[in-house]
């Protein structure tokens, strides 16, 4: 039955072997002593938390980065040789039980935080790791100023910590230009003068291809990972990770000129062509291409023709020669000749979004290498 | 580990209950001899197909709509007295063959699919059911008016098909007034002349409430089922089904002025509050509220505060008062104050995209009711 449904509709490309290419690609980037913890989060920025883990510990990667403790939850293969950090930290001491009992280490990013990591280290007389962050300048995760005074004139607070890293996150890493860069490396090393001997953590993706004065002894990448450029100025030094190939459940010919679709969009032609093809907002593909995403088939670039549906995407194939037209199956909306990057461009938003809006819902989903 | 886990994250609630009761109110705007297919297509517009279907069934619904024939099998409950529609149809005679075996009603838009499906009919001797789609004006699926002419002049064609109602979509039913509403509509009439006996099924939601005369045999509502607003001009008849509690990681106040977030788009003061809330773009609370969607809590609307994240959204908290502050662990993104209306707007799309993008991924879901 499974082979009979696959080449009806929509299918997703994961190339495992590209992203380890890319973790090799980010290895010789960084320094020698510097550490890469990859970042999982959002089911591997919906790319399948568990194919993704496999893929990189298969290659030595042995430190890994989700947001929530649900996410950690989900790593059900047993390596007892991996490190998983949680961003989010742990809101409540039964949830930092369960992060001990797992062996899972939090980033500590308040007062309210530390306390409870503390009090259950205490309780159960360990010393517990954590990562300790610190805001620089993005104003969302972290101890402020005022704070990290705090926790440095009270070391008590933290007695039963051991701090593995010092963590910071960089908020306009992909504009190496922007003032906010050099000022949060500049505060960064201010504070870190306060916690000498403990390692740091500051780059993202973006981060790491600034240099080695980014990177300090461990490195977070994300998006360069999965294959979105993170650098702004340079052709994408990344694979690309990911094909969608969409799936034609109808070709129109226009019999009279007409609009097509939801309120009445797109004008199209007597002897127009129009393909549909099954791939809608539902399916990740949004709603704001809407008149403005391309795909490829055959040597031919074709605009989306129109207001795109929930289930549905119509694409005005009139530029196809009539055997072309006749004969293609399936059209790519993302993969070779349409990147990531451009997706998103057309979609007016960023890469991450279009990876993490769940592509591969109702596609088939097909992973390989590793 | 659960419970530990439920109270320090966001959370979605479903209530089952109140499908049920817009389903009773569409049933009311309905004429007595109508049936009612209810559209479950994309998981039930991402609220859990088997929730929905089990719910609806409960209340005497007996004829569902999906998408694609994987959607179909996935009904996973053995009931033995309903009809699952395939909108999209059946491409290629493996799949028919399947359809066949699970008895599903497939809607034939193209000649193609009519060939495959009366071929599989006559191979075992079987006169199968089906839904005929007519175009009359969405330029997507169903037959053109040359390819209506053709099976009318061909009977054979059909031969071993029983169609049990000529189908068409409306492209604008959300504007009683666009021309193309009252075209399609006299279009259909005039090809149902050709159909003489056969019964018909035209309405979404929104035609529904267009009144009787669009209404024919059966309708197919899917947004209204789900409390979005059918209607264009009036206060929405339907009942809000899901409410979105983003759960608070951490709480900020500021110690001078900055900007926060990803490239610096939002600017706060000294004292001012920010809310750090674990729903970002992954989550499905869409990156084009950033800087435009509302929150809700104790009274109080407050602003999303800068680009929104992979993983949460900054909220401005600066009008809480402190004690509200210092208390609060939940905000409304989604509920008895923020209607799913509202969000569509703030995010420039419409209320089916919030709906279907993903919402509830990391969350935990209560279902309530049914």
Known sequence: MEQALNKDYTFLNIHLDKIQENYKIIKKQTHSNCEIAAVIKANAYG?????????LYKIGCRKFCVAVIEEALQITTQYDDITVYIMHGVHSRETALIAVAKGFVPVLNTLEQIYIWNEVARMQNLQLPA???????????????????????????????????????????????????????????????????????????????????????????????????????????????VELYGHIAQKNVIEREQFIGY?????????????????GYADGYMRSLSNKGICYANGYFMPVAGIISMDVVMIDASILPEEVFQSITHVELLGE???????????????YEILTTRFGNRCKRYYIGS
């Open 263 to 279: 309120r009445a969009q797109y004008r199209v032609q007597k002897d127009d062509k129009v393909i549909v093809v099954e791939c």
């Open 131 to 241: 990562l300790l962050q610190i805001d620089t300048g993005m104003g969302r995760f972290g101890l402020s100023e005022k704070q990290i005074d705090k926790v440095v004139n009270e070391p008590q607070i933290m007695s039963h910590i051991k701090v593995e890293y010092i963590m910071s996150h960089m908020s306009c890493a992909e504009q190496p230009h922007h003032p906010l860069t050099q000022n949060q490396l500049a505060l960064l090393k201010k504070y870190l003068s306060l916690f000498p001997q403990t390692k740091v953590t500051f780059a993202n993706s973006a981060g790491i291809f600034l240099g080695e004065k980014f990177q300090f002894d461990m490195v977070r990448p994300g998006c360069a990972l999965y294959g979105i450029n993170p650098t702004s100025n340079y052709e994408n030094p990344m694979h690309s990770v």
């Open 47 to 55: 790319f399948g938390q568990e194919y993704v883990v496999n893929a």
């Open 337 to 351: 000749h349409i990147t990531i990057d451009d997706v998103a461009k057309h979609a007016n938003t960023i890469s």
